[in-house]
């Protein structure tokens, strides 16, 4: 069965979320929100310094505070944990990782790091206990930046020896040198550094645990606000030794993670290991300041790039060079986050093989990073479109002709890259020109002609980014090849109850994505039911014992089209059923608006809602079939989803402040056929917005002594509702060639291309002064000082 | 965020508040808006023992002729000021400058005398009452005294208020119909200005105000003498930072300030001229 044959048009259709009430009236139950009678609260002490020995702990005056339960230094828990932290991608045979226990033993690595913990029977007492633990450290100099680290003048952990990681190449050569050649034979090159800033991921919803032991069985059922309630089972029991099979896992109301909560955090073991140790239930609520501290943080890179080009200003070669910052320690993913983005530094562009791709990655004395929306593609993206800006310059050619000239041409689809990787399908230029349409490409390159006159102070820049996004997370065969220490499989159940309502049970965890909605509309789709007969069940380990979760823009690819096809299985079954009622042969019965038909008779027919109460009551079923109509899928996809598109921004920059106005975003994604295209928007439009928050807005800025100076929402400038503009969505649709659905993943897209559009706009803007690069973020004073720069200092 | 532990007091009038203040010393704190004080104690960077909460003594939120001056009580909210048909006849920069402060929920809780008391620089109404030329009225065990403007702010959050003072009363001189602007310069709609300048100009006479340009809000004399003598706008505007202290912040470098506040300077003169 194809969808096509049997639409019942529900796909497609922009249904309301039906997650949103709850959401928006807040009746939605998040894990601080939970009752739990009994519970005792957690608060965790944290480093005030970047780097110090831990000489000692003194817990004792807090103990002995009222509401106190229990006060634990590092070394008071060091024989809790069976493991340390875990890192689940060892990139390199060789990455070194330094210990990493939930409380730091010994040495406190980044103002955050958490160093002792109180147990009290209110979260006030919790916190007022802090202020009672006295800690002596002895600071010591601290690493912030990192080519300093790579330097090794100072070394952080004294057990690795050194603050590098790890190096990881991709190095794509037909012969040993063609990457050198090209760049000696190249017409016109570029070489330029780009600064990726560190990010605060800043979810709506700080993060909270509550562990819950049960009182006969030894079974544990731990709460977290996570976006990979699966994964974290498995890490935990490995973690604190607890067996799999008695760990529960849940993830309630889960308000945004972005990629911070794809990870497995001290919290949560905490949480979990005292909960054991106390036999109480034992919970713990994030504020935002420490969420700034001691959630992980995204980007963090030093990328230098150079493109080689022949006279058209085609590229002829690409070498990257990245330095990584891994932060303090390695989280779940950390050291993976360049990978995922190694293999897209030439964008769109069609690449003989002459790519050269090489990451070293250090610690420093900083939060730790890890995914944050794009991992690793944002970062890749904004330097191959940031530097096609400047070939475009080199060349003297407009930025969206050098595009143009170089994108892989529609007919070459499925496309075999220089890596190796095969990209699905794709029409660059038909997305570029509805983009170019929509903004009125021209129109504006003839209005800056007028405007941007010599002694203007109002300067009109456009930007224009195209991308692809390697998402869909992932052919568990590539996965390994990458060295990541799981699959990329989805697992999906359908059961068609008695009464012919729908369970689905998903692997997938949604954290503000609407997969109940989506879900249930494909369910609906497949099964000719209305969207209101599917409950759509997940992020409960009881209830949804298998799958891999919510990132990498994989929910729909790979858990939406493990869903369809279980309810193929489902279909396949109930026509054996149906055949044997109608006494036809089952290949002679159509499936179509939830009702069997023998063809050619349309008068023998029998619904599904007959088909599964017989199935339920199973007087009359074919002999040797099952009882009951459920099917089981686990999908592993053929290949990652590529998605594209062509961004284009339009602001006015005010030279003498230096402020950025974005007049005009336009957006126009390809992710193949939309189940929704009102989540389709929405994913697009709040990923612009994250993107163009970085371009313009957000930062984590630390100190030279590593103290966080961006702590709360004060100085960590989250852009609101009035500080972005309207977002103009335009959609193209090449379906994926790789899926039953033809779907590719939305989630990361806007972020990806969004914050080279902006930069790329505001370097147009200005480059008639001079201007050739503007730092990020893009703040006021960045930007006059760029022009001033440019201007010698005259301005 | 948890703040230490601390006890609660309401107060039914100015009277009653001051007492109480008295009452608990050093460690007391007058509870406005809270909009203020209540981040600063959530971060622990205030812990005071008792609040003394003056937010419902309804007889100090008012605004009212009186004479050739406005007079407000200390308790009108900001969206009060924004939107006081009285203000906006005589006073239209500072019911314009209260519509700048925060974001609407700031808006309704915060006060004009918690703002003006608690004497951040980086605050909006501060540096716009003293360009007006403002008085504010001070009670305390010993009476009513008023404080110019001009002589309330010492510092960073310190004024010339005693512990035990509260502010009653701001006045504002009527603006006669002078004209006025107002330039906010920040990143986020909600957020403090990087600089601000409130001005206003009647013929050859102009108030000008600066928003976080020093440790006190600052009354940029220098540019009021240049437009007396006659000089443009731009040249005017060079004076900007004569009576300025800046400080570097991650928003703006103290040499970017000083360009700011000229920028803005020279606008606010060219948007109130005549
Ligand atoms: C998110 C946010 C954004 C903001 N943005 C801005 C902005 O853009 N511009 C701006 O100007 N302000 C801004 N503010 C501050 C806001 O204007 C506050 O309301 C104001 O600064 C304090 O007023 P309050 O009534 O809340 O005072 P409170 O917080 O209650 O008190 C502040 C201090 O003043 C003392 N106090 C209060 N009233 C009196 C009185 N009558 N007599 C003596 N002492 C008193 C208190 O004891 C305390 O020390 C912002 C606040 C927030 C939370």
């Given at each position: 069965m194809t969808m096509t044959d049997d639409?019942?048009?529900?796909?497609g259709q922009r249904m309301l979320r039906r997650e949103d009430p709850a959401l928006l009236t807040g009746e939605a139950k998040y894990t601080a929100d939970l009752p739990i009678p009994g519970a005792l609260h957690l608060a965790v002490l944290r480093s005030p310094y970047a780097r110090a020995r831990i000489v000692s702990v003194d817990t004792s005056a807090a103990a002995s505070?009222?509401?106190?339960?229990a006060v634990f230094s590092g070394a008071d828990l060091a024989?809790?944990?069976?493991?340390p932290m875990p890192c689940a991608?060892?990139?390199?045979?060789?990455m070194k990782s330094p210990t990493h226990y939930p409380l730091a033993v010994g040495q406190a690595n980044?103002?955050?790091?958490?160093v002792a913990c109180v147990l009290a029977t209110s979260a006030s007492a919790a916190r007022d206990a802090l202020d009672a633990i006295d800690v002596e450290y002895e600071p010591l100099e601290a690493v912030i930046d990192l080519e300093d680290a790579l330097s090794?003048?100072?070394?952080?952990?004294d057990e690795i020896g050194?603050?590098?990681s790890y190096t990881w190449d991709l190095k794509i050569e037909e012969s040993e040198g063609d990457v050198d050649r090209a760049f000696a034979d190249a017409a016109y090159s570029v070489k330029e550094r780009y600064i990726q800033q560190r990010l605060i991921p800043a979810a709506m919803e700080p993060r909270a645990v509550a562990a819950i032991p049960q009182p006969f069985g030894g079974d544990m059922t731990l709460y977290s606000s996570t976006q990979v309630p699966h994964i974290l089972k498995v890490m935990t029991a490995l973690t604190l030794g607890i067996p799999e099979h008695q760990l529960r896992v849940v993830a309630p109301?889960?308000?945004?993670?972005?990629?911070?909560?794809?990870n497995v955090y001290a919290e949560e073991l905490l949480c979990a290991a005292l909960a054991q140790r106390t036999g109480s239930p034992v919970r713990w609520a994030e504020t935002r300041s420490e969420g700034n501290q001691a959630t992980i943080h995204g980007r963090g890179q030093i990328q230098d790039i150079e493109l080689a080009a022949d006279a058209?200003?085609?590229?002829?070669a690409v070498r990257v060079r990245l330095i990584g910052d891994m932060g303090a320690y390695l989280q779940l993913v950390t050291p993976g986050v360049p990978l995922l983005g190694?293999?897209?530094?030439?964008?769109?562009y069609e690449l003989p093989k002459t790519y050269d791709f090489s990451c070293t990655s250090v610690f420093t004395n900083m939060t730790p990073t890890d995914a944050y929306r794009g991992a690793g593609r944002p970062e890749a993206t904004y330097a191959i479109e940031r530097a096609m800006d400047s070939l475009a310059a080199e060349v003297g050619v407009d930025p969206l002709e050098l595009r143009r000239r170089n994108?892989?041409?529609?007919?070459?689809?499925p496309y075999e890259a220089m890596t190796g990787l095969?990209?699905?399908?794709?029409?660059h230029d038909k997305a570029a020109t509805l983009a170019a349409e929509m903004i009125d490409y021209a129109g504006v390159r003839a209005r800056q002609e007028t405007?941007?006159?010599?002694?203007?102070?109002k300067r009109l820049g456009i930007g224009v980014s195209t991308y692809f996004e390697m998402c869909g997370l992932a052919p568990s065969r590539v996965l390994a090849s990458l060295n990541?220490?799981?699959?990329g499989w989805e697992a999906a159940t359908v059961r068609v109850l008695p009464t012919n309502k729908i369970q689905v049970v998903t692997g997938t965890a949604p954290h503000g994505q609407g997969h109940e909605t989506a879900w249930s509309m494909i369910v609906a789709e497949k099964?000719?039911?209305?969207?209101?007969?599917v409950d759509v069940l997940h992020s409960d380990t009881a209830i949804a014992p298998l799958g891999l979760d919510t990132?990498?823009?994989r929910s729909l690819s790979v858990g939406g089209v493990a869903i369809a096809m279980a309810c193929d299985k489902v279909v396949d079954k109930a026509k054996q059923i149906a055949a044997h009622q109608l006494e036809a042969?089952?290949?002679d019965l159509e499936f179509s608006g939830g009702e069997f038909r023998v063809a050619g008779s349309p008068d023998r027919a029998m619904p599904l809602a007959a088909v599964a109460f017989e199935a339920f009551t199973a007087?009359?079923?074919?002999?040797g079939l099952e009882p009951n109509l459920e099917a089981h899928t686990t999908y592993d996809p053929p290949n990652f989803s590529w998605p594209f598109g062509t961004h284009m921004c339009l602001v006015e920059v005010?030279?003498?402040?230096?402020e950025v106005e974005v007049l005009r975003y336009v957006a126009v994604d390809d992710c193949?056929?939309?189940?929704n295209p009102l989540i389709v928007d929405g994913q697009v439009h709040g990923g612009v917005i994250q993107g163009l928050a970085q371009a313009l807005y957000e930062e984590a800025v630390y100190d030279a002594d590593g103290n966080?100076?961006?702590?709360t929402l004060a100085e960590y400038l989250v852009p609101a509702a009035s500080d972005v503009p309207s977002i103009e969505t335009g959609h193209t649709i090449t379906p994926s060639p790789t899926n039953q659905l033809g779907v590719k993943g939305i989630g990361e897209a806007g972020t990806i291309a969004s914050t080279p559009a902006v930069i790329n706009a505001i370097v147009d803007a200005l480059s008639g002064l001079g201007v050739r690069d503007v730092p990020m973020p893009a703040s006021p004073n960045t930007v006059w000082r760029a022009i001033n720069e440019a201007q010698g200092g005259q301005q | 965020m948890i703040p230490a532990a601390f006890d609660y007091v309401r107060a039914g009038s100015a009277a009653e508040a001051i007492d109480l203040i008295g009452q608990y010393g050093d460690e007391a704190k007058f509870l406005a808006g809270g909009h203020s004080l209540v981040p600063a104690m959530k971060l622990r960077l205030a812990q005071p023992t008792v609040l003394v909460d003056i937010?419902?003594?309804?007889?100090?939120s008012y605004i009212r002729e009186d004479g050739d001056q406005i007079a407000i009580g200390a308790l009108t909210r900001h969206m009060d000021v924004e939107n006081s048909p009285v203000l906006a006849e005589h006073v239209p920069l500072l019911a314009h400058a209260a519509g700048h402060v925060g974001d609407p929920q700031v808006r309704h809780r915060g006060t004009i005398g918690g703002s003006l008391a608690h004497?951040?620089?980086?605050?909006?109404l501060p540096a716009t009452t003293l360009a007006l030329g403002a008085t504010y009225v001070a009670q305390g065990p010993n009476g009513t005294r008023e404080i110019a403007a001009a002589d309330f702010y010492h510092g960073y959050f310190t004024s010339?208020?005693?512990?035990?003072e509260m502010l009653t009363e701001i006045r504002v001189p009527k603006m006669g119909g002078a004209g006025w602007s107002f330039q906010k310069f920040n990143?986020?709609?909600?957020?403090?200005?990087i600089v601000g300048v409130a001005a206003w100009q009647r013929g050859s006479e102009c108030g000008v105000g600066l928003v976080n340009m020093a440790s006190t809000p600052v009354l940029a004399s220098s540019v009021a003498s240049a437009v007396a003598g006659g000089a443009s706008a731009a040249d005017a505007a060079?004076?900007?930072?004569?009576?300025a202290d800046p400080q570097a912040d991650l928003n703006a470098s103290v040499d970017y300030r000083v360009h700011l506040a000229k920028v803005l300077t020279r606008r606010a003169l060219e948007a109130s001229a005549g």
């Open positions: 639409t019942t048009g529900v796909l505070m009222p509401g106190v339960t024989e809790a944990w069976a493991g991608w060892p990139v390199t045979d060789d980044y103002v955050g790091d958490g090794d003048r100072v070394v952080i952990h050194t603050n590098r109301a889960v308000g945004g993670g972005f990629g911070s909560k794809l058209d200003g085609r590229l002829t190694a293999f897209l530094y030439a964008g769109v994108f892989i041409p529609t007919a070459s689809y095969v990209y699905d399908s794709g029409d405007q941007n006159v010599p002694g203007a102070t990541y220490g799981a699959g099964m000719g039911v209305s969207p209101d007969d990132y990498g823009s042969n089952p290949d007087h009359n079923l074919p002999d005010d030279t003498e402040t230096g193949g056929n939309q189940v966080l100076q961006t702590s | 937010g419902r003594v309804a007889d100090l004497a951040d620089p980086a605050s909006d010339a208020l005693a512990p035990d990143r986020r709609a909600q957020d403090w200005a060079e004076a900007a930072a004569a009576e």
